[in-house]
């Protein structure tokens, strides 16, 4: 039997911050659109090389790896994440693109074996899964300028991208979301409000989940008329730049 684009791909155990994982269905849409949006964001071609260094069982894992299947690129994988090793990969395979949760990058930036010439082949170093440290993202563009990537998300199905062009100017901000996505930030009483205030994030796009695996009533309550409600609180700025 042939796939369907509707088809169950996987099921992502997450808990968020609370209560007890939820499985949280992604089809092979869904999947496809992972790959071709965010090697868009990422500027994911052929003949880039890919690294992921560290679990390969959550999603941030997906979020270049799908990209680089898609366009063929080399994708690099180490067995577990270690500071000297991802240097010395870095320099040995010129590795183009790289994503990191925050804990990650703060060991690399302090490793030793730092030193700026050796990851000179980066053009993208991605931050995610936990906001990074000010003062460590000012340190991270200054020694590595204009790789710097932050993608604000959830695996239920959205996400925006800070990009590398516009790190330093809107420092603090976690960009916005891609073509396709949508975003509103609203209040209490569900109306939209204007740049500046703060609300709950609402957002939609083509990776936004079908629903939790076998819990119609959370579905019911994180989706409501095509919205995810992620029960985050953030602003937008004039330019429509998130800022949690």
Known sequence: ACVEAG????????????????????????????ALTLASSYRIAPESVVLHTGAIVFNGAMVTMMPAFMTGATYVLHRAFDPGAFVATVERERVTHTMMVPAQIIAVLSSPGFDAAR?????????????????????????????????????????????????????????????????RIVGEDGRDLPAGEVGEIIGRGPITMPGYYARPEQTAATLRDGWLYTGDLGYVDDDGFLFL
Request: charge should be neutral; glycine fraction near 10%; hydrophobic fraction near 40%.
């Open 119 to 183: 990851l000179a082949s980066l053009q993208c170093l991605l931050s995610l899964g936990a906001p990074l440290p000010l003062e460590w993202k000012e340190r991270l563009n200054r020694l590595l300028p204009g790789r710097f990537h932050e993608l604000y998300g959830l695996t239920e199905g959205f996400v925006t991208i800070l990009d590398r062009d516009d790190a330093v100017r809107k420092a603090g901000s976690v960009g916005v979301p891609p073509p396709f996505y949508d975003m």
């Open 7 to 34: 088809d169950l791909f996987t099921i992502m155990y997450s808990s968020g911050t609370t209560g007890l994982p939820k499985g949280i269905c992604h089809t092979h849409f869904i999947r496809a659109m992972y």
